[in-house]
């Protein structure tokens, strides 16, 4: 077995603390990865917190994972020992339903092994990216682009997928007017990718102090969305509306923002149900839907693009001390707009 050492919730809501523990020995398609950076993911904070779901104990959040490669299973084809490397929100996937076959294994119909807080094949749960090291197959390993600094690239592994997906999806280019509601770790991401594609921009925040961040990230419209005149100004207006927000919010106020036959698509998750009313969707037959993640083909394509337009994610970087700090900043609004942990300093 590997040792590593790491950072865990021992319970739900618990401090975040020093935690060791073992992973499997590299099987022979396996990576392991000495981790240098870790982004913090709101999604790290609902799971800790069990918002969702019960969660599995001691919990290693992290699944925004950059470093290098320390060392290759046998049967190892892609990598090499120095590597630059990444793992996002998933480690494994049964790779032959409909879904894996289509390079969508965030959908596997059997069922995506998760980075953290699931359980492998065999059962054992799996520990994230608060930790020194992690062993996953070269299947679910990304390749990092050299030409973009190291912890500004964590966060393109969830904030940076979800968001380009979506967008992709649907097909948002140079023709399309697009919302992005909130601007934390994935709307910031969503508005770049957004102005980088093309689009017509507009950012939806409560925040009024974003308002100039938003416009330097490439925003060509900022919308205060309790501004009730404001919103008004874009009825019908948007082909698609990308929903990042991370708590209860009124969804039927951007549903009739939008365009006959254009979509809201929710990415943020809530852990209550949002309450729609029939009417703006059936009036103009607008549709409302959902997107997870992306999968392991077209993260290596966001990934590409970025290094060839030179994106990354606006972050502060943390100690491995100071995590539940940042979760504490992170629930009051207080980040600009990615927290990663540096884990490679705590590791020396
Ligand atoms: P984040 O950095 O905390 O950003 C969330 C943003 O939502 C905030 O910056 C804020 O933007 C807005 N917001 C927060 N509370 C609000 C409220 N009560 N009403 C209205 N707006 C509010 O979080 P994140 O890491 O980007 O994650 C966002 C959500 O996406 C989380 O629920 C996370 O679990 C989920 N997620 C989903 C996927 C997926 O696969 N679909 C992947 C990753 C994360 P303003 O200040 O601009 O209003
Ligand atoms: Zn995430
Ligand atoms: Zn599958």
Known sequence: ???????????????????????????????????EFCGICHSDLHQVNEDWFPGIFPMVPGHEIVGRVSSVGAGVKNFKVGDLAGVGTMVDSCRAC???????????????????????????????????????????????????????VAPLLCAGITTYSP???????????????????LGHMGLKFAHAFGSHVVQFTTSPKKKEDALRLGANEVVLSNDANAMQTHT???????????????????????????????VGAPD???????????????????????????????????????IVSDIEIVPTTKIDEAYKRLLANDVKYRFVVDIARAAK
């Open 1 to 35: 077995m590997i040792s590593s050492k790491g950072f865990a919730a021992k319970k739900p809501k618990a401090p975040i603390e020093p935690f060791s523990f073992e992973r499997r020995d590299p099987l022979p398609n396996d990576v392991v990865i000495a981790i």
């Open 98 to 152: 409909e879904s894996c076959k289509m390079g969508l294994e965030q959908y596997c119909e059997v069922g995506t092994v998760l980075t953290y807080n699931a359980r492998d094949k065999k059962g054992q749960p799996t520990y994230g990216g608060y930790s020194n090291n992690i062993v996953v197959d070269e299947a679910f390993v990304l390749k990092i682009p050299a030409n973009l600094d190291l912890a500004a």
């Open 167 to 185: 967008l992709r999806h649907w097909k948002v280019g140079k023709h399309s007017k697009v919302g992005i509601v909130g601007l934390g770790g």
């Open 236 to 266: 019908a207006s948007f082909d698609l509306i990308l929903d990042t927000v991370s708590a209860d919010h009124d969804l039927n106020v951007y549903i009739n923002l939008l365009k006959r036959d254009a979509v809201h698509v929710l």
């Open 272 to 310: 209550r149900p949002a309450q729609v009313s029939a009417f703006p969707l059936l009036m103009k037959r607008r549709s409302l839907a959902g997107s997870g993640v992306g999968g392991m083909r077209e993260t290596q394509e966001m990934l590409d693009f970025c290094s060839k337009h030179n």
